[in-house]
């Protein structure tokens, strides 16, 4: 059974840097042919992915986010982490950690419960 869970604090300044963890458990974040993501949902709107970060540690981001995006991972701790530089409240949203495999079948397997996270001015 694979559990995924985020955590770190619920409300951020604007200008600041929105920092959350991602904890797995009933699976290794090394485990071959796995990603792990970061996705978000502003209130009202769709879901937006954020990036991955590869079984061997490989980095991608949405083109969007890229230049104030940071995803890295402990393995020790078996977890990965998101970093969001210079938040505006337009970065208001429920945050998720979920996971696919590289091959892709358009699913995510594993989702976490999401955290609220609020930006203020």
């Known amino acids: 059974q694979v559990q995924l869970q985020e955590s770190g604090p619920g409300l951020v300044n604007a200008s600041q840097t929105l920092s959350l963890t991602c904890t797995v458990s009933?699976?290794?974040?090394?485990?071959?042919?796995?990603?792990w993501v970061w996705i978000r949902q502003p209130p009202g709107k769709g879901l937006e992915w954020m990036g991955v970060?590869?079984?061997?540690?490989?980095?991608y981001y949405s083109p969007s986010l890229k230049s104030r995006t940071s995803i890295s991972r402990d393995t020790s701790k078996n977890q990965f982490s998101l970093q969001l530089r210079s938040v505006t409240p337009e970065d208001t949203a429920v945050y998720y950690c979920?996971?696919?495999?590289?091959?892709?079948?358009?699913?995510?397997?594993?989702w976490g419960q999401g955290t609220q996270v609020t930006v203020s001015s």
């Open positions: 979920a996971s696919a495999l590289t091959s892709w079948s358009g699913v995510y397997e594993y």
């Open positions: 009933g699976d290794s974040i090394t485990t071959s042919n796995r990603a």
């Open positions: 970060i590869v079984y061997d540690g490989s980095t």
